[in-house]
């Protein structure tokens, strides 16, 4: 009951927070991989396998958590885009990534900090490049978005125009109607007639109303989305050309290995989840509607006459059923065909050095695979404490990722001579991990104490949350 009472505090503060726990723990796992990446890494212990799987996968799915996010957020097409609400939001993510950009770069480069703003500016793979990067797609995206939203928008008054004047048209066609009649017929008549006739027109007006809406929601989607794959894809080629011609300003490189992640799981989260959990829903309900409209046959006429109703209500739903766990084992194989892909690329290509086109296809190929995995994985097999404590961990990635690395040398493993998958390698990674794990949360504690460390070290711009004592959510 103790465990269970945790599980209900842990969930009622995601819930309060408005956090998804799903989320935060595959970004809680993906904070792990880039910590232990980076263990290996700086200490010279680089390999062909492990640390090239981890360097595939970990940038890439912060990326695609973050585009995720993005399409979770959005609202539905059509509506008017609010400019000035849209250029509020950036101003709030530019706050959140710039700021510690900026601040650490001053923080290490101190005096000479224009000497390494200038470096950084056409190197960003140099510093925190991951915020900086993060804060160009955002920006493209965005852009992207308020063009396509403003497009349904233009679509959708098209469209209602277009019902408004059709329905103008059909009532001057019934007024002229109505003149015809002969006026000399009793008061009653008209009354009845004129009744009867609006309600047809309103019936009428209804189905043509549905039916219209329909198709501009339709239009609207349509629209949407390819005006958006439209704005994404100029400025993409806008990316690559920069960056083969040469000039590293901004390191548009960077935007081009990582922007289609971040796409490609906005899209995901904004087109297909929906789709498929409104398909999941409808699917559901319809068998549970015919159980019990099958049932409530049985009980009105005492079990005699609908006993075949009643089990055409249970098959029903028992299929529907059926069908959800059948699409749920083909996710589990698809997802294991990834991983096994994913690994054999991993062993078979190398995921670190980008030589030209081809390599660059096959390591993201490699990164979609192992994105995938990891975002599938952890979000639908992580459950109980390792949930809670990957999206305890997920709550505070980038406090994590401006200071872990600064630890990683600490022990100097580069000075022992280890090998590769050795057990002493090992074991002085772990530690050096541990280490690094727990002078990171000492850091992080204390920078954050004060509002204004918690500003410029982190991006966070918001009060210290109130300690709940008397309404958390328990079971007697």
Known sequence: MKSMTGNVKVNAEFTKLNRDISLDAVKGFAILLVMLGHCIVLNGLADPYLYDAIAAVQMPLFMAVSGYLAGQKHGEPGQKPDLTRSAKTFGKRSVAYLVPFFTWMIIVSFPHCLKELKTELFHLDYGLWFLATLWIITLVHMMAVYLADYSAYA????????????????????????TMHDVVDKQYTIESETKTKTIGSQDEMEKSDCHGSYEVGRKEKAM???VYCLVIFICYVGFFLQARSGNTFLSPSLTVRYLPFYVVAYLVAYHVVPYLQKRKTHGLDDGQEQYTIGQNKVD??????????????????????????????????????CALIFIYLVCAYDMVAVTDTTSLIIQMTASFLGVFTCFYGVAHFCKGWLQRTLAYIGQYTLEIYVLHFRFARILGLSEKNL??????????????????SILTAVFISALKQLWITDLLCFGKNRPRKMKQTSQEAEIP
Do not use: Y
């Not at 028992?318 to 294991?336: E, G, Q, Y």
């Not at 090998?419 to 541990?434: C, E, R």
């Open 155 to 178: 679509i959708s008054m098209h469209g209602a125009a277009i019902s408004q004047s059709a329905v103008v048209s059909k009532s001057a066609v019934e007024n002229e109607t109505d």
């Open 224 to 226: 949407r989305f390819f």
């Open 300 to 337: 009105e006429l005492d079990k005699i006459k609908c006993d075949d109703t009643s089990m055409k209500g249970r098959a029903d739903g028992a299929t529907k059923i059926k069908s959800i766990r059948n699409n749920h084992i083909v996710s589990n194989i698809f997802c294991m065909l």
């Open 419 to 436: 090998t590769p998958f050795h057990v002493d390698t090992i074991l002085w990674i772990l530690a050096s991990f541990v280490l690094m």
